[in-house]
């Protein structure tokens, strides 16, 4: 499974996130929203959901 925030890392106590992990997160949402989710259809956060 893909991570799809980089907190990911922070709560698996793997690193603190850079700004190339931001970048390929990004990246690998975006790809999976493309190959999984309806058109127009996107992911939101958690952080954002409150």
């Known amino acids: ?6 907190e990911y890392f922070r709560h698996t106590g793997h690193r603190n996130p850079t700004e190339e992990d931001r970048r390929e997160t990004r990246r690998r949402r975006e790809e999976f929203e493309r190959c999984f989710l309806p058109p127009g259809a996107k992911m939101t956060p958690l952080s954002e959901m409150e």
């Open 1 to 6: 499974m893909y991570p799809t925030s980089c």
